[in-house]
């Protein structure tokens, strides 16, 4: 197994570029976030590799093969996003059904227990579900499927806080049981934060980057105190972004520490977090 390569993908919807020129690796067994902003081009990225959508140039590799118009490549994937390919009069137990006979790996027997305990009624045709039971029933699918290389996209869309937890600790039980690719596409950065182990950014259709979370947050730090004290240490540093509040001042910085300066001048040193992290990657011109 080589993982999925992503080859200087673009992709266009008329004069909309969604994708530029994308080139990017998912390794085998690791837990990925697959972060960027509203419309960055995560679902994009996910679709053409999924075979949902055709890339305009570039490829996708799937160990090794094109996912493109692939069988054999794309058995070995599993997409959950928030489009419904089932069919909505179908049941969801016929929707079990139907997975196990697909792709043969699938555990309707887990499958059920995993319904009964998000009260997931299987008798249910997918049109009556609500937004959250859409969700949960998707994910079961997802967690109930022996492929190497799952895609979820906005995975707990309209989930409570706890079937969310729920979901968080399944996936890891699952994953611990059975290391897998997955890569997770979110908004929600800080629930999903402690369970993935790289990331990857898309910035309005384009790589912004690809590493794991330890060495991103290990790459920069934050520093607070009084705002000329802030700015005196800061000066010639690289800043990603600041807070103010009154006369205090956060600033987080990319680079080493100059741990000898901090405590000459009593600022407060502290670990940088993945969310403000990408809010300050990410942040446009003008925004706050
Ligand atoms: N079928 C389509 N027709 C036209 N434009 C599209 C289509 N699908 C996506 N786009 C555009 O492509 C860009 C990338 O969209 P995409 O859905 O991949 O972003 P995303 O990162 O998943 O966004 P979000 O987090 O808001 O779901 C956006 O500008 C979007 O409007």
Redesign the pocket.
Known sequence: MTGIQIQELT?R??D?V??QNVSLTFQPGKIYGLL??????????L?IAANRLFADSGQVLIDGEPACENDRAQKKLYMMSEKNLYPKDMRVRDVFRWSERFYGSFDRQQAQVLAQQFGLNTKKRVKELSTGYTSIFKLIVALCLDVPYLFL??PVLGLDANHREMFYHLLLKNYADEPRTIII?T?LIEEVANLIEEIAI?DE?RLLMSQSVQSLLDSGYCVSGKAGDVDAYAAGKKVIGEDVLGGLKTAYILGSCDRQALCDSGLELSKLNLQKLFVELTKKEGEQ
Do not use: C, P
Request: hydrophobic content about 30%.
């Open positions: 992709k919807f008329g909309n969604a994708l960027g902003r509203n419309g960055a081009g995560k679902s994009t990225l679709g996209d906005e596409a908004h898309i259709g």
